[in-house]
């Protein structure tokens, strides 16, 4: 089945600078790949995401890169603000059968004032 | 709001009881996924079901059942229950199998005491 896995699990950064999240899967598969932003007590809520079929895709300060040769994906936030503080998940799922929406196991990014 | 609804929001219950969780996803979703967050944990996946069949299991204990019913709501029942069950309990509900974004719903959130 599928396994992901993610680094680092805790990243501290100044507040305006780059925060980088890195996420890596097992399975070929997976051609869907989402990232989603819990803050504390809260539901996660997918912030991005990209498909197999695309390379890169950005909101604003959000991006997110796709290499499939790898099997590895990647958050990236510019200018990080307070609020971007929080436990960051990515996951990787795929509309064959089988599990879906497998998630790594976290990445807490505090953004310090 | 993200159109997936938990109940109940809050549960307290003594070691050894039986409890149930209901989910009901949004609209037309056919996938309904089940996590366990423990306290600064990951999403632990439990289980997963698409359009009233079980689709993938995770390390879900034999003290734990689900199933999902014609409406496509889902229940999962938690029994024989001890201190180490007390966390937080996701639902999530995709439109498909895989491929589209999943939503959370706000969590159940269970104390065994």
């Known amino acids: 089945g599928e396994n992901v896995e993610q680094h680092p699990s805790t990243l501290s950064v100044q507040e305006g600078d780059s925060a980088v999240i890195k996420c890596t899967y097992s399975d070929s598969a997976s051609n869907y790949f989402p990232w989603y932003k819990q803050e504390l007590g809260k539901r996660p809520q997918l912030i991005i995401d990209?498909?197999?079929?695309?390379g890169e895709k950005k909101d604003q300060r959000i991006a997110v890169t796709l290499n499939k040769t790898a099997k590895h994906f990647s958050l990236h936030i510019t200018e990080t603000q307070p609020e971007d503080s929080a436990v960051y998940f990515c996951a990787a799922s795929t509309d064959n059968y089988g599990q879906n929406f497998v998630f790594g196991p976290g990445t807490r990014l505090s953004v310090l004032p | 709001d993200s159109g997936v609804t938990q109940t109940p929001k809050h549960l307290i219950t003594a070691t050894g009881q039986r409890v149930t969780l209901r989910c009901s996803p949004r609209?037309?979703?056919?996938?309904v996924y089940w996590y366990q967050q423990s306290l600064d944990q990951g999403l632990q996946f439990l289980i997963q079901y698409y359009n009233g069949e079980e689709r993938a299991k995770g390390n879900i204990l034999e003290r734990f059942s689900a199933q999902q019913f014609p409406d496509l709501h889902s229940e999962l029942n938690l029994s024989s229950l001890e201190l180490g069950d007390s966390a937080l309990y996701f639902c999530?509900?995709?439109?498909?199998?895989?491929?589209?974004?999943?939503?959370f719903g706000q969590g159940t959130r269970l104390t065994v005491v």
């Open positions: 609209s037309g979703d056919l996938s």
């Open positions: 999530a509900s995709s439109a498909h199998r895989g491929e589209t974004e999943a939503f």
């Open positions: 990209i498909r197999s079929n695309v």
